[in-house]
């Protein structure tokens, strides 16, 4: 079945550090690829997504690229500021016949930034 | 911009009472979805509505059963709560089907907690 793979957290870092939280999918056919963001106390908001093979989401400074060679959407950014501080959730949408797109989620990585 | 309410954000319940988690978005949306989330099991789908009138199981439906009232609104019922069901949970909207590329976007959440 369709399933996301991401990091264990928590993953902390200090400001201005270089960030990477990998993420790997299964699935058949093509599916579109998502970075949400969870603010705490607040719902999930989305941060970019790619929708097909070598596209890359960008947004905020976050980057990620589609890479199908590797089934892997890894998301980076250069510099991590304190406001970064957030759960991280990598989904995937794969269109299933009659049944709604559902989008399926892993199952989140925590960053911590420290001043 | 409203976009999804949800309705409590914070609820306790004793172990049998049952209760209804209220839903309604602004958008038009075709889809909406609840789920609910845990630490360290991400984000998991209990039911979702493709459209108003229809309704499918996700993941984890046991213990729930949902209305989709109108196009606006999508409640989740909780009829005899038990303390596995302590949760944080959220609801979701999107275009239906064929619209594999766009967003959900998400309500805030609800906290429950059965004792």
């Known amino acids: 079945g369709n399933s996301v793979t991401q990091m264990e957290g928590p993953v902390t870092l200090s400001e201005e550090a270089f960030l990477t939280i990998n993420c790997t999918y299964t699935a058949t056919g093509y599916p579109s690829l998502f970075w949400y963001v969870q603010y705490p106390g607040e719902g999930l908001q989305l941060l970019l997504k790619?929708?097909?093979?070598?596209d890359k989401g960008s947004n905020k400074g976050f980057e990620a690229t589609y890479r199908k060679e590797t089934t892997s959407f890894h998301l980076e950014k250069g510099s991590v500021q304190v406001s970064d501080s957030a759960v991280y959730f990598c989904a995937l949408r794969r269109f299933s016949g009659g049944a709604t797109n559902k989008l399926i989620f892993g199952t989140g990585t925590l960053l911590a930034v420290q001043p | 911009n409203a976009g999804v309410t949800q309705t409590p954000k914070f609820q306790v319940l004793k172990t049998g009472q049952s209760m209804t988690l209220q839903c309604a978005q602004d958008m038009n949306h075709n889809s909406m979805y609840w789920y609910r989330q845990d630490p360290g099991m991400g984000l998991r789908l209990i039911y979702y509505?493709?459209?108003?009138?229809?309704?499918d199981k996700g993941e984890v439906p046991n213990g729930y059963n949902v209305s989709r009232l109108n196009k606006r609104e999508f409640s989740l019922r909780l009829e005899s709560a038990a303390p596995s069901q302590t949760s944080v949970y959220f609801c979701?909207?999107?275009?239906?089907?064929?619209?594999?590329?766009?967003?959900?976007?998400f309500g805030q959440g609800t906290r429950l907690t059965v004792v």
């Open positions: 979701a909207s999107s275009e239906g089907q064929g619209y594999m590329n766009t967003e959900a976007f």
């Open positions: 509505s493709a459209s108003e009138g229809t309704t």
């Open positions: 790619a929708t097909k093979a070598d």
